[in-house]
T-cell receptor
Framework: GAGVSQTPSNKVTEKGKYVELRCDPI?????LYWYRQSLGQGPEFLIY????????DSGLPNDRFFAVRPEGSVSTLKIQRTERGDSAVYLC?????????????????FGPGTRLTVL | KQEVTQIPAALSVPEGENLVLNCSFT??????LQWFRQDPGKGLTSLLL?????REQTSGRLNASLDKSSGRSTLYIAASQPGDSATYLC??????FGAGTILRVKS
């Protein structure tokens, strides 16, 4: 009955390096969302998966950002050539099946986030 | 593009007060609206989800209303407690969030 988990909880890297952030959604949830949050702001949408495919990746800021969900469960957010402006908390959420009507299918549940610091 | 505004940005009240937090949004073509709380350094915790066909939803001391046509939702917190201190965020639809209302309840 675990919730959404994210690893690592904290990541410090140097400018120009590559990082991977992992999200384990609630078991059985078909939808998975990535957001990033800067201090004092609400979460900013990055990408949304329905199953294995990216249903909406319009929030990815540029081609340095990429995400995969190869088996429809765990997802990895990948950031190449990190920049100081990428520093933020990266949040992951999942929901049961947003393609269906009803609160239980659409409610999003969030993980604790990964705090990324790019020096 | 959906734009979300939450008012007030911050609120400090004594314990026991009844509170109203406001969320307004520009695109009323939403299927639902979700309210969350976020404690410092933590992820978001779901409080209530109102479907577009509903006008309100209640959970304990929390009541959320939705007026799609006017693009507004209200979160009502009854008999506030220090443990309610957190940031409250609304999300009309599933991908766009407001900046939140920072609530502090003083004992």
């Amino acid at each position: 009955g675990a919730g959404v988990s994210q690893t690592p909880s904290n990541k410090v890297t140097e400018k120009g390096k590559y990082v991977e952030l992992r999200c384990d959604p609630i078991s059985g949830h078909t939808a998975l969302y990535w957001y990033r949050q800067s201090l004092g702001q609400g979460p900013e949408f990055l990408i949304y998966f329905q199953g294995t495919g990216a249903a909406d990746d319009s929030g990815l800021p540029n081609d340095r950002f990429f995400a995969v969900r190869p088996e429809g469960s765990v997802s990895t957010l990948k950031i190449q050539r990190t920049e100081r402006g990428d520093s933020a908390v990266y949040l992951c959420a999942s929901s049961l099946n947003p393609g269906l009507a009803g609160a239980r299918y659409n409610e999003q549940f969030f993980g604790p986030g990964t705090r990324l610091t790019v020096l | 593009k959906q734009e979300v505004t939450q008012i007030p940005a911050a609120l400090s009240v004594p314990e026991g007060e009844n509170l109203v937090l406001n969320c307004s949004f520009t695109d009323s073509a939403i299927y639902n609206l979700q309210w969350f709380r976020q404690d410092p350094g933590k992820g978001l915790t779901s409080l209530l989800l109102i479907q577009s066909s509903q006008r309100e939803q209640t959970s304990g001391r929390l009541n959320a209303s939705l007026d799609k046509s006017s693009g507004r939702s209200t979160l009502y917190i009854a008999a506030s407690q220090p443990g309610d201190s957190a940031t409250y965020l609304c999300a009309p639809g599933k991908l766009v969030f407001g900046a939140g209302t920072i609530l502090r309840v003083k004992s």
